[in-house]
């Protein structure tokens, strides 16, 4: 069982609310087309810097349990490109660089233009894991083929799990 100290659990107290509020701004999965409700946030610039993301909305994606595990192997700059198609309002490039700890330009706009373009093609591709137990949107999107967008590494082979 995990330990949170009390430095962490008061930071999470306090961010709380944005937390809670882009959740419900964001119900479903902010990946493109997958048809799951979201039920968990994921913070773009993790390892030491997740800490100082936790309340910010410009690293913030919420995810389904899959796709959340699909962001140990997608980069930070496929992730910025989820970030600027679901919710463009809140997408900040730079502000993601230096919460990482990097130079302003560290990944540049044409990187997250290149992965705009990766998701969007992925767009296009049929569903493959169709039937996931997950709850669907009311306009039951066909989920991408996570292999196309690059996202795919660790879906078993033999179908959807
Ligand atoms: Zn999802």
């Known amino acids: 069982m995990k330990r949170i100290s009390k430095k962490r659990s008061a930071l999470l107290r306090k961010v709380k609310p944005l937390r ?3 959740k419900a701004m964001f119900p479903w999965c902010q990946v493109p087309l997958c048809a799951a409700k979201a039920t968990e946030l994921h913070e773009i610039s ?6 100082k993301s936790l309340g910010v909305r410009a690293a913030l994606l919420h995810l389904c349990a899959f796709d959340h595990g699909q962001m140990d192997v997608l980069p930070v700059a496929g992730q910025l490109a989820l970030k600027l198609l ?5 997408y900040d490039r730079i ?8 130079q302003p330009e560290a990944i540049s706009a044409e990187e997250v233009a290149a992965w705009v373009k990766i998701l969007q093609r992925a767009e296009e591709m049929p569903d493959v894991r169709s039937t996931t137990g997950m709850a ?5 999107r066909p989920k ?3 292999q196309a967008q690059g996202l795919g590494n660790r879906m078993p082979a033999d179908g959807p799990r």
């Open 46 to 51: 993790r390892g030491s810097s997740r800490g």
């Open 95 to 102: 502000a993601v660089n230096l919460l990482r700890g990097r």
């Open 20 to 22: 809670d509020q882009y």
């Open 86 to 90: 679901a919710d463009p309002d809140g």
């Open 144 to 146: 991408a083929k996570a």
């Open 136 to 140: 669907s949107s009311p306009a039951q």
